[in-house]
């Protein structure tokens, strides 16, 4: 075994020189050295930094490249044997040293000697002596002038030293053999057996990482750097199920470019709701405002996001009362934006409809519809160039949907009179059980075209629903005007919901809906209705281009179609978890699941039943406390459990268990005390 013994690396007297020194006990196997020298590092293979030379059958060099003073230089040695070379590496064949500078501490010296001393100082070396090893500068000198060539030599090698001790604080500089001592100054445990380049990349960080203990990229960087093991973290309390927080359903969006809809949709707000779709109203070109509902300091509240010329702005609270306002339609008709929502008394157990105007900027006190029974369910709409609004309102202890034309109060534009109000009609005397997720639309150009679709529930089945929807071409909407109901047929055992209608050019409506199929959930699909039957047969209806547009694990939920500006956005609701990129260390990615509430299992969904157990699980389950209240790493789901899906690269059982067990006392040290962890392996899933 060809290891290399007594290697000397030392600086040389002359300054900007290393002397390099070893002896060779296989030199009859490997009578072959190559030395290759780094500045940051030793070299690990002979490739790897500045080759100086190959050597044979010697036991020493002197670097004379004119190397930097007061820089440690790293040398590796490797010897080898046979053409082509067959290299022999290992890591005891190193030395290292720093380079000293010939600061001329000699000359100063005699220089400060009398002068009568440099006028006698004539004797020069013998030269009947072997001076070969004497320089050609000092065979010229006097004897005083050489002989202080003994001490100058020591007094530059120590300035060298001293000059260099500014560096012991600088990670890049220090000499990696201090490096261990620096960690320990600031209470890092650095890894010996990496290369110094890498305990100096280790120390650098060590402060960030100290101060971002408990955070998920500081895990996933200890396994790396403990194991060399790829790894995604996952805090499991976003798998513990609450039931005061049910699934939550933010605020996305998405875009439609060349005719599709692009698979990539961008979180729009976090203000969450748990039902209900949202209302966005052009006032002006590239002028708009959206209205949707969310719970903030436990009140629910209808709030707005304005978008102008500088993009969308902070969302503003429209609402703020002790009772439930949700489920905003807002329409801009005369130069004023009028809003329209539910409010819900809980004390009184009342629904009322509330509305409000923007006047010239200002937002009008909060005005309560004129009705003298409960109603809810507002949906507004411009019919040629009328406000008319459509409610559901509560009548000798049923629900019925009703309607009527708007007229301004003289005196005050923010408040509305509904007169001669119209019931509206029930199909073949049954009543049209308008209970949910009313959506409205009107197009005058080319002909008049009003569509009417709402959900109810099924007649055989109460758990599944169906969408209903009407039709008139009459823009009076008189009681008789109306189509008979007709249903959008869906296959059994699936419900739909939640219906967004577009109309077209050929006046007939694009319709985005929300559809769970049981094995795979709530996802958004879109359809276009082509011809529309008055006759009270409703499957002489043709819908076509029925096609799923946004699906997923996840839930997708209230479609919104708006276009504004030439371009065509899709809003939804999903409780989709977020993706941020860590500031700390740039390629690790953090999935954020705080904001996806309680989803609980759905045994009809396949899909999310598959992810039990992966990382991309976002279910919710009950705290897992274990056999008698002992916890192992087979019990996962608790409030304090942090899951290390690592990538061992491996099948060895044995030295996967080795390396857990070597990084199980490190992980303590950047974890909360009160948290554990538990390792995952996921090349074996």
């Known amino acids: 075994m060809p290891i290399l013994t007594n290697i ?122 072997d001076l070969g090893s004497m320089s050609d500068v000092n065979k010229e000198r006097g004897q005083l002038r050489r002989f202080f060539e003994l001490a100058g030599g020591q007094l530059d090698y120590l300035y060298s030293h001293i000059s260099a001790a500014k560096n012991w604080k600088n990670p890049d500089l220090v000499h990696g053999n201090l490096l261990q001592l620096m960690s320990e100054w600031i209470g890092w445990n650095t890894d010996t057996l990496l290369e110094f380049d890498a305990q100096r990349q280790e120390l650098k960080n060590a402060p960030a990482v100290y101060a971002s203990l408990g955070t998920l990229p500081v895990m996933e960087a200890s396994v790396k750097r403990i194991n060399n093991w790829e790894s995604r973290s996952k805090e499991f309390v976003h798998n513990i199920a609450l039931s005061n927080n049910p699934e939550r359903l933010n605020l996305w969006w998405c875009q439609r470019e060349d005719g599709g809809w692009l698979e990539e949709s961008e979180l729009f707000s976090i203000d969450h709701c748990y039902e209900g779709g949202i209302s966005c109203t052009e006032v002006a070109e590239n002028h708009y405002y959206l209205f949707y509902h969310t719970q903030r300091s436990q009140c629910w509240d209808i709030w707005y996001i304005e978008h102008t010329e500088q993009g969308w702005l902070p969302s503003q609270k429209l609402s703020h009362r002790k009772i439930i306002d949700k489920e905003a339609s807002s329409v801009f008709i005369d130069g004023i934006l009028r809003v329209f929502w539910n409010g819900y008394d809980d004390n009184l157990r009342l629904w009322n409809i509330y509305y409000c105007s923007l006047i010239d900027g200002t937002w009008s006190t909060i005005q309560t519809f004129a009705a003298a029974h409960q109603t809810k369910l507002p949906k507004a709409v411009i019919i040629e160039e009328d406000l008319w609004l459509f409610w559901s309102e509560k009548i000798n202890g049923r629900w019925g949907y009703r309607y009527a034309v708007g007229q301004v109060d003289p005196d005050n534009n923010a408040i509305l009179e509904f007169l001669d109000v119209i019931d509206f009609p029930g199909d073949e005397g049954e009543s049209p059980q308008v209970i949910a997720d009313v959506c409205i639309a009107y197009r005058s150009d080319p002909t008049p075209n009003f569509y009417i679709f ?38 059994a055992g699936e419900s739909i919901r939640e219906p967004h209608i577009q109309i077209q050019n050929d006046g007939n409506p694009d319709l985005y809906a929300s559809l769970n199929s049981g094995d795979s959930g709530w996802s958004i699909w879109s359809a276009h209705l082509d011809s529309f039957d008055t006759a009270p047969d409703a499957e002489t209806d043709t819908w076509n281009d029925v096609s799923e547009i946004i699906a997923g694990n996840y839930s997708y939920r209230s479609p919104f179609y708006f276009q504004a500006g030439g371009s065509e956005s899709l809003f939804y609701r999903s409780n989709q978890h977020l993706v941020y990129e860590s500031k700390l260390y740039k390629a690790t990615q953090m999935n954020d699941w705080r904001y996806s509430g309680t989803t609980t299992v759905d045994t009809r969904n396949t899909n999310k039943m598959q992810l039990r157990g992966q990382f ?70």
Do not use: C
Request: proline content about 6%; cysteine-free.
């Open 454 to 491: 709402w959900a109810r529930k099924t007649q055989d089945n109460l758990n599944s629903w169906q969408l209903a929807y009407r039709h008139s071409d009459d823009p009076n909407l008189g009681v008789t005007n109306w189509s008979a109901i007709h249903i959008f047929s869906m296959p």
């Open 8 to 129: 000397k690396a030392q600086a040389h007297a002359k300054g900007n020189q290393i002397d390099l020194s070893w002896l060779n006990p296989n030199a009859a196997g490997y009578p072959n050295i190559r030395i290759v020298r780094r500045v940051d590092r030793y070299a690990t293979h002979p490739e790897d930094g500045d080759q100086l030379v190959d050597v044979e059958n010697t036991s020493g060099i002197r670097d004379t490249q004119q190397l930097k003073s007061e820089t440690v230089y790293y040398y590796s040695l490797f010897p080898f044997r046979n053409d082509p070379p067959e290299f022999y590496i290992d890591r005891r064949n190193r030395a290292s040293a720093m380079a000293t500078a010939p600061y001329g501490f000699a000359e100063l010296l005699f220089q400060h000697m009398p002068a009568i001393y440099h006028r006698y100082d004539k004797t020069l070396p013998n030269l009947e002596l």
């Open 616 to 685: 991309e699980d976002f279910q919710s389950y009950s705290f897992d406390t274990g056999n008698k209240g002992l916890r192992n790493n087979d019990n996962w789901y608790g409030r304090d459990t942090v899951g290390i899906y690592y990538n061992a690269e491996t099948l060895d059982t044995d030295e996967i268990n080795l390396k857990i067990e070597r990084l199980k006392p490190v992980l303590k040290e950047f974890m909360p005390i009160t948290d554990r962890a538990v390792f995952i392996n996921e090349t074996s899933m």
